[in-house]
């Protein structure tokens, strides 16, 4: 928990104090998905959490989108406790959860649409941000007439539309090819940097969690707790393609598979 | 393509012309085709013909209309409520399985020999498809569609708005399609059972007179109010679900 306090001059954005979630069960006992999170996220920050599958990542950025109530604990987006789905986070996940019967640009427009804002302003910020996603000329067309990879741009596109305080991001890339990933990545990285997004970044990729963030929190089997914070010590955030061949990146990942026990893992 | 068609269709003519009394077969039982015509024209000027096809597209019309408001709230409604859709499903289920035309005789019973029966069998019949369409489409969203849009803070209504009801388009047109063509039985078996106007009057009248032509007329007039109703969908369909891949949009 040491380097969670050290610096204390950035705002916080995200915290989770103290939270536990339990699912009801058959067994009438429940199951606790995660249990004592202790997690503040810096304003500027990019996080990254990696853990076996059922450990309770998904669970965690549901409460922190104010979908699911924490059982126990408080999460904070601003200072203000999260009751209920609110305009300051959006999330982005694996499925690009395109509308079929809006075009590129009304997709995009979605969040803003629900906010009630106006068609000009929502046009004009659909259409940046399609530029800064590299889908200029593509704000007519419709989803099914993309490639994954573009599909998942224009979801970040959506995402980053509502000009979210934090963005809650689970596994997105993980459906597409690993070339497509390393661009959107690359994408991800330079745009967060580009607007000082704060992100927590849920993924399986451990070189992905190197590569884009600034931290990289490992979690335990269920219940969930953090089990261990490696602050990555590689310079330019903005740029996660060079990062990935930082020779810093080879002791990282042998640290995490060997908190992740995957040497040991019946693959 | 339009040729082929339009040789098709001579030929068509030209078999039924002479086909069946090549064939032997008498006139009262297959009527050629110029007997037909005559026969059209006759009932233009003695018949009403025109009056009694408008009587039932109008019929064909408002059962459709009101069958489909009736099918897609209801499948709304329950796509929406699991609670409404377990309660209800059993006697949905009952009335979806009772053959709907058997209730013309006791609609006309209650409501005489006016056009409320034959509607309400329309609705009746009309209803099922839609319903069941929608209420399969609200069901089918990916919750998490419905999640991402309560994470930017919709409301039910625009929850509803935007995401059921544009995610229900599709296969509603796939059962208005189906809806278009039963539309017709519905009011057809109306008028068959009671009434004095319509096709449906024709049809009996002819069979009672044993005007074979008559009845030939009467089917093919039908068949087109079944056409153009079809078509009207088909149109409608294609200008609302403009965005759905053309192949994906034929198939359903
Ligand atoms: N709605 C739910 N009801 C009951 N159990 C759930 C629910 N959501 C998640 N869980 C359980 O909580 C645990 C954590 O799930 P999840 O957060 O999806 O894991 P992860 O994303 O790390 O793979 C799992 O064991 C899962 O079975
Ligand atoms: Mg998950």
Redesign the pocket.
């Given at each position: 928990m040491n380097a969670l306090s050290a610096d204390v001059t950035a705002r916080t954005r995200l915290e989770f104090r103290d939270v536990t979630?339990r699912?009801?069960?058959k067994r009438g006992s429940g199951?606790t998905?995660?249990q004592g999170l202790n997690i503040s996220i810096r304003d500027g920050e990019v996080v990254s959490i990696i853990?076996?599958?059922?450990?309770?990542?998904?669970?965690?950025?549901?409460m922190a989108s104010g979908l699911?109530p924490a059982s126990e604990g408080d999460v904070f987006v601003d200072g203000v406790r999260v009751e209920r789905p609110n305009a300051h986070v959006a999330f982005m996940l694996q499925k690009d959860l395109l509308l079929p019967w809006r075009t590129i640009r009304h997709n995009v427009e979605f969040g803003l649409e629900i906010l009630g804002r106006p068609a000009r302003e929502r046009r004009g910020i659909a259409m940046d941000l399609l530029a800064k996603c590299r889908l200029r000329g593509f704000e007519d067309h419709y989803p099914h007439q993309l490639s994954g990879g573009m599909r998942q741009r224009a979801a970040l596109a959506r995402t980053l539309a509502v000009d979210p305080s934090v963005l809650l991001m689970?596994?997105p890339f993980s459906a597409l090819d690993a070339q497509t990933k390393m661009v959107l990545q690359q994408d991800l990285g330079r745009t967060l940097a580009e607007t000082g997004k704060t992100a927590l970044f849920?993924t399986h990729d451990l070189v992905e969690a190197i590569a884009l963030s600034h931290r990289v929190l490992v979690?335990s089997q269920?219940p969930?707790t953090i089990i261990e914070e490696i602050v990555v010590d590689i310079p330019d955030i903005s740029n996660p393609m060079a990062r990935r061949t930082h020779p810093h990146v080879g002791p990282y990942v042998a640290r995490l598979m060997e908190l992740l026990h995957i040497d040991e893992a019946d693959a | 393509m339009a040729a082929a068609s339009l040789g098709l269709f001579v030929l068509f003519l030209a078999a039924w012309q002479w086909g069946p009394p090549a064939m032997g077969i008498p006139a009262f039982i297959i009527p050629p085709a110029d007997q037909v015509w005559h026969e059209f024209v006759r009932m233009l000027g003695r018949d009403q013909l025109m009056y009694h096809t408008s009587i039932t597209a109008l019929q064909v019309l408002l059962g459709f209309v009101f069958g489909m408001l009736l099918g897609m709230v209801v499948g709304f409604v329950l796509g929406m409520s699991a609670s409404a859709e377990f309660v209800l499903s059993p006697y949905i289920l009952a009335l979806q399985i009772a053959p709907k035309v058997a209730f013309a005789p006791l609609f006309v019973i209650w409501f005489g020999y006016t056009m409320t029966p034959k509607i309400l069998v329309a609705v009746l019949i009309v209803f099922f498809p839609v319903m069941i369409n929608v209420l399969g489409a609200v069901r089918a969203i990916d919750p998490d569609i419905v999640r991402l849009a309560r994470a930017f803070t919709a409301n039910r209504f625009q929850l509803f708005w935007k995401i059921e009801f544009p995610a229900a388009l599709p296969p509603f047109f796939a059962g208005l399609r189906i809806a278009a063509t039963l539309a017709v039985i519905g009011v057809v078996v109306g008028e068959l059972v009671g009434g004095n106007t319509g096709l449906g009057y024709l049809l009996s009248f002819g069979e009672g007179a044993g005007n074979t032509a008559m009845v030939f007329v009467t089917i093919i007039l039908l068949t087109l109010i079944g056409i153009v109703l079809y078509g009207a969908i088909v149109l409608i369909e294609r200008r609302v679900l403009h965005f759905m891949p053309a192949r994906a949009r034929a198939a359903g």
């Open positions: 979630k699912f009801a069960s199951i998905a995660v853990g076996p599958s059922g450990c309770g990542k998904s669970t965690l950025l549901n699911d689970d596994e849920v979690m269920r969930g | -």
